[in-house]
């Protein structure tokens, strides 16, 4: 029998060669759900049109509970924060100065992700043991099952499409307006590093046909009625109604151990019961924070520091010399329009990614915060007409890490303690990205608000991993091209976990691509 573990966007891509192969699998998650009050009213705004939902049920929906003057909120799922929630027992997490998250719900964190979708370049993995023309058919597998929006533009030249297909998805009028700037000093941006193109985004996942499309009604950053972002919850849920898998909810794994031929999963329900289940081999796809503390305790590694890579997060306004009006009111998808890419930063080792976000409620709710006091409505609708947002990552060469060390709690039970171990020259390098932006406002027509910069704590853009990272010759605190840990023969890691290091560009991709890859490669011998 084959198990995985998760049900998040690695745990599906690596199901997917197996499917393929006529392979059955055994999916064993705890699967948190929104509540079923919840998923009543969303499913009545799926039969309706956007002009026909109601304030109340909008409002409802969009609720941010989290949302204050500082910091940036984390992102709901319908008001919900399922994808947050941690079992009452079991392993607890101790997060110091770390803003890292694990995610037991069914879809891991693609119920909140914002569907970004750019590959790894040959440069930024160069220290990897495998390189891009290995991942490269199975960036190509994955757009086939999370569909892709798109478009060609100057990003093809470094980062490739890797799709037969792709849709086409309207910009707001305050990212067509930058995007044209942007096109009219595309020589100058060239001269000085900088590429930039339209976002790619996992929109109409192909494999589910669905029967909508974008109906651009606002409401990406707290969820999609009509289920055309992709979330690996759809995978997940069409293919054990089809009897592809059998999917068993209510479970947290503890321990994985080998014993000659058979490999040994325990743990248990959340109702408290003990359970054991055999199989040939395993794929773990729990997330960073909960695959490493399963090697761990499986290992009995206790009090044994053990260091992952993140890619700082950071984030700031941008504001354009000339508003779009009526802004508030327009129909749009409000995920990121525009990505651009820094290939000149002064000391940073690698390029910077950026990704560009018009209006959204999130943007204007913290506006209304941070400036009601300060100026009147007039004012404040006029000052949204013209601010973006500007979401960064740097690579992991250029950020803290994170350590994680599996220890006994005074309760006895076991914690993953996780602090964050810094790196001198981050902020400075995130200060010079703001000094380069400045220093091109007459090409941008628009200037940082660098007082209104978000540094992220470590962790705080779920970009991380590395615990176990890949090696030719792995020693015990790494993993081979398969993802199998230092002592394992049939456990494989699948998820961010074996990443050598976290280039700048979106990490959901490629995690989904390695996981395909190591799957793939293993589907023939389970034949």
């Known amino acids: 029998m084959i198990c995985v573990i998760g049900s998040g966007p690695a745990a599906?891509?690596?199901?997917?060669?197996?499917?393929?192969?006529?392979?059955?699998?055994?999916?064993?998650d705890i699967g948190h759900r929104l509540d079923e009050t919840t998923t009543a009213q969303v499913s009545s705004l799926a039969t309706q049109t956007p002009a026909q939902w109601s304030s109340s049920d909008i409002s409802r929906l969009t609720q941010n509970k989290s949302l204050s003057y500082r910091?940036?909120?984390?992102?709901?799922?319908?008001?919900?924060?399922?994808?947050?929630r941690t079992p009452s027992f079991g392993m607890e997490y101790a997060c110091k100065k770390v803003a890292s998250l694990p995610s037991y719900a069914l879809g891991g964190f693609s119920n909140v992700w914002g569907g970004a979708m750019l590959p790894y370049r040959a440069p930024d993995i160069a220290t990897w043991p495998i390189d891009v023309e290995e991942l490269a058919p199975h960036y190509e597998a994955v757009v086939n099952l999370t569909g892709l929006a798109a478009t060609h533009d100057d990003l093809e030249r470094y980062f490739p499409l890797y799709a037969s297909h792709i849709?086409?998805?309207?910009?707001?009028?305050q990212a067509e307006s930058l995007l044209k700037d942007l096109q009219h000093s595309r020589e100058?941006?060239?001269?000085?590093?900088?590429?930039?193109?339209?976002?790619r985004l996992a929109f109409t996942p192909s494999v589910l046909e669905p029967q909508t499309k974008c109906q651009y009604c606002t409401l990406c950053?707290?969820?999609?009625?009509?289920?055309?972002?992709?979330?690996?919850?759809?995978?997940?849920?069409?293919?054990?109604?089809?009897?592809?898998?059998?999917?068993?909810?209510?479970?947290?794994?503890?321990?994985?151990?080998?014993?000659g031929d058979d490999i040994v999963i325990k743990g248990r329900t959340t109702h408290g019961?003990?359970?054991?289940?055999?199989?040939?081999?395993?794929?773990?796809?729990?997330?960073?924070?909960?695959?490493?503390?399963?090697?761990?305790?499986?290992?009995?590694?206790?009090?044994?520091?053990?260091?992952?890579?993140?890619?700082q997060y950071f984030l700031f306004p941008l504001l354009r010399f000339f508003g779009n009006d009526g802004v508030r009111r327009e129909k749009m998808h409000t995920l990121s329009q525009i990505f651009i890419e820094l290939f000149e930063v002064h000391e940073a080792s690698h390029p910077v990614h950026l990704q560009i976000y018009s209006y959204n409620d999130l943007i204007y709710e913290k506006l209304q915060k941070t400036f009601r006091s300060l100026m009147p409505q007039s004012f404040l609708e006029k000052l949204v007409s013209r601010v973006l947002v500007v979401q960064g990552y740097l690579?992991?060469?250029?950020?803290?890490?994170?350590?994680?060390?599996?220890?006994?709690?005074?309760?006895?039970?076991?914690?993953?303690?996780?602090?964050?171990?810094?790196?001198s020259k981050t902020r400075l390098l995130v200060a010079q990205v703001l000094r380069k932006v400045g220093s091109l406002?007459?090409?941008?027509?628009?200037?940082?608000?660098?007082?209104?910069?978000?540094?992220?704590?470590?962790?705080r853009g779920f970009h991380s991993g590395g615990s176990f990272p890949m090696s030719n010759n792995p020693s015990m605190r790494e993993a081979d091209l398969l993802g199998r840990p230092w002592g394992y023969k049939r456990l494989h890691l699948v998820d961010a976990s074996i990443f050598p290091s976290i280039p700048a560009t979106t990490i959901t991709y490629s995690v989904m691509a390695n996981a395909h890859r190591i799957a793939s490669s293993l589907t023939k011998e389970n034949q």
């Open 12 to 28: 599906v891509a690596c199901i997917a060669p197996f499917i393929k192969q006529g392979i059955k699998v055994r999916v064993i």
């Open 71 to 84: 910091g940036i909120p984390l992102k709901l799922s319908f008001g919900s924060n399922f994808p947050y």
């Open 167 to 173: 849709h086409s998805l309207n910009m707001s009028t």
């Open 188 to 199: 100058p941006l060239r001269h000085e590093g900088i590429i930039f193109g339209r976002s």
């Open 221 to 259: 950053m707290s969820g999609c009625p009509y289920g055309v972002i992709f979330n690996s919850s759809m995978l997940i849920k069409y293919w054990s109604a089809s009897g592809a898998i059998q999917y068993v909810d209510q479970c947290i794994v503890e321990t994985i151990r080998e014993t």
């Open 273 to 311: 019961e003990m359970f054991e289940e055999h199989a040939q081999r395993v794929f773990l796809a729990a997330g960073l924070l909960p695959s490493t503390a399963i090697v761990l305790r499986s290992q009995d590694r206790y009090n044994e520091p053990v260091v992952a890579n993140d890619s």
């Open 395 to 423: 690579h992991s060469d250029d950020s803290a890490k994170i350590q994680m060390v599996l220890s006994k709690s005074s309760k006895n039970i076991d914690q993953l303690n996780v602090t964050p171990l810094a790196h």
């Open 441 to 459: 406002f007459p090409l941008l027509k628009g200037v940082p608000l660098s007082p209104l910069l978000y540094m992220g704590e470590a962790g």
